[in-house]
């Protein structure tokens, strides 16, 4: 059933679906007169149409809101700044123009961007920045990054954040990471925490046309301040499998995909306008629920349980039956190696280990008091070294993640029990607590700063007692007072050697705890069609991070790309 209807497709469209899992969102070209047209025929009135896939459609365009729709970041929102985590680049001015801080790191003057109107027509000014911040600032719920400023508009142009003590760490969430919202919509809303913005009035490249539960349209915005993009129309419709993904991407239906498909290379091989990119990123990780102080209940409570299964699993063998090759090594700091070198201080946490260390993870087991039973499962004072492990029905390299792992514990007396569940009960259960371990994945934070990987994930401000919602991202339930100290100190300093210190610190005390285990540095496989559109990302011009699922750089992307010749 069709919800609304905002405007008339135009003479260019984009058709674009969305998955709401991660690995699964694609854009597929279908006709724009006829959505199920799978031909991606030219329709006679000059229409180009491509699509982007999703699982379950839940409208949601709030922007604070962990769950909102893809797009909602980046696509119809925008923050003051753009960070592109595919290359070494400065951040890109957005809405802002520029920005200067105090000498003791506690006000951020920015300005403005002039000539930028809301969707509605109503025109942005710097009050609604300080209106965003000052939003934030006294509903505790939207802070999903920390952020502690204050702000006042100066005029129309500046607008200055003040913070309580030195934040130079803060600059990315603020500038790069933040969805500005309009004072004069946002300012009636009773309760930001869960209104799903229905009407979304943004800054960005589209605005939303058409929504129902089965697919929604987003078209380009004719008074968009960087210029209306080339392409119409965006049209996002559910496709819910690798299968469903691979099919409908060798069938012409899909321009724009990034989903993990099993033997990628030979599925394109005999069709020249298919390509792909690798821009592996993602740390492929065992979340635990870690903290039984915070009401966490299972065997993966004791640290001795988790690094045995760090040892144990065989990382080679996962990445070629779950990750098609393509997936690189990992680090027990949750850094990236290669890219984050620098910042891990110990040589031998650069990387986690290719193969199966048996003999360490029975050690480990051992001392701890885990004994081998007579089913080959280990047990402790009657309790059994069994637990759930869940993922994403659909998440084909995941569940195949699971099926290997159950196989390789088994030799060290752990029994694994893998379960498939939709997306939404997956997330619930991983932000509400109630799960023993759960596949997800770490990684592209508001800049390549350690910080960034670190607060998030292990700071104890960002996670709460079971059976509440740690929107904040610490999922495993860890709390260490070493690693909050070390943190707010990397925090109040803009020197990296100082920053470098604090970081060792927490390391040593992460790789021994392991709350969350690392895998692999998971493939970031995105696949393009250039036979009706082409100005897609490239390892040679990686001008935006090319995974559709990505905050901010799929704007970015959708106002670059434009209809093939």
């Not at 004069?184 to 929504?211: A, C, E, L, Q, R």
């Not at 779950?322 to 620098?342: K, Q, V, Y």
């Not at 036979?531 to 011009?541: A, I, K, L, Q, Y």
């Amino acid at each position: 059933m069709k919800i609304r209807t905002r405007r008339p497709a135009r003479r260019q469209a984009l058709v674009a679906t969305t998955a709401i899992a991660a690995l699964t969102l694609t854009l597929a070209a279908c006709s724009a007169d006829d959505p199920d047209d799978p031909s991606g025929a030219d329709t006679g009135d000059g229409t180009t149409s491509i699509s982007v896939s999703f699982g379950e459609i839940v409208e949601n365009w709030n922007p604070f809101s962990p769950t909102a729709l893809q797009p909602t970041r980046g696509v119809i929102f925008e923050s003051l700044y753009w960070y592109n985590l595919a290359d070494e680049a400065d951040p890109t001015p957005m809405l802002a123009t520029g920005y200067e801080w105090n000498s003791d790191g506690t006000e951020l003057t920015i300005t403005t961007r002039e000539g930028v109107q809301w969707s509605d027509g109503e025109p942005f000014t710097a009050a609604d920045v300080a209106f965003t911040f000052n939003l934030i600032s006294r509903t505790p719920e939207l802070n999903t990054s920390g952020n502690s400023a204050t702000a006042e508009a100066i005029d129309d142009t500046t607008v200055v954040l003040t913070f309580p003590e030195t934040s130079f760490m803060q600059e990315p969430s603020v500038l790069g990471n933040q969805g500005i919202v309009p004072e004069h919509i946002w300012s009636g809303i009773d309760d930001p925490t869960t209104n799903i913005n229905s009407d979304p009035v943004g800054t960005g490249p589209f605005v939303v046309s058409d929504f129902s539960t089965e697919t929604f349209v987003l078209t380009s915005n004719d008074d968009y301040w960087n210029g209306t993009p080339a392409i119409d129309e965006v049209r996002y419709v559910p496709l819910d499998s690798a299968d469903a993904n691979s099919a409908a991407l060798i069938a012409g239906q899909i321009d724009w995909m990034s989903s993990f498909l099993p033997g990628l290379e030979q599925l394109i091989a005999d069709n020249e306008d298919i390509g792909f990119v690798n821009t592996p990123a993602l740390t492929a990780s065992i979340f635990t629920c870690s903290s039984a102080e915070l009401g966490c209940e299972g065997p993966q409570t004791d640290p001795a349980v988790r690094q045995a299964i760090y040892w144990a699993i065989d990382r080679t063998q996962l990445n070629t039956l779950a990750g098609g090759g393509f997936a690189g090594a990992a680090s027990p700091t949750l850094l990236i190696p290669g890219r984050d070198d620098a910042w891990i201080t110990d040589p031998d946490n650069v990387s986690a280990p290719d193969g199966p260390d048996v003999e360490e993870a029975n050690s480990v087991l051992d001392a701890a008091g885990w004994e081998m039973g007579s089913d080959g499962v280990r047990t402790r004072d009657g309790e059994r070294l069994s637990m759930t492990i869940q993922t994403v029905s659909g998440w084909s390299d995941f569940i195949s993640l699971n099926d290997a792992m159950t196989q390789q514990l088994a030799t060290v007396g752990i029994e694994l029990v893998p379960t498939q569940v939709a997306w939404n009960e997956w997330n619930d259960s991983q932000t509400q607590g109630t799960f023993q371990l759960s596949l997800d994945s770490i990684g592209l934070g508001a800049s390549s700063n350690p910080y960034f990987t670190y607060i998030g994930k292990y700071h104890s401000v960002n996670t709460v007692p079971v059976g509440q919602a740690a929107t904040s991202g610490n999922f495993a339930r860890y709390s260490n007072p070493v690693v909050d100290e070390a943190l707010e100190t990397a925090a109040a300093t803009a020197d990296e050697t100082v920053q470098a210190e604090q970081y060792a610190i927490v390391q040593e005390e992460i790789v021994r705890d392991l709350p969350y285990i690392p895998i692999y540095v998971n493939s970031m496989l995105t696949e393009f069609n250039t036979s009706r559109v082409t100005g897609w990302p490239t390892n040679e011009d990686p001008y935006a991070m090319p995974a559709t699922w990505k905050a901010w750089d799929a704007g970015i992307v959708l106002q670059r790309i434009v209809p093939a010749e």
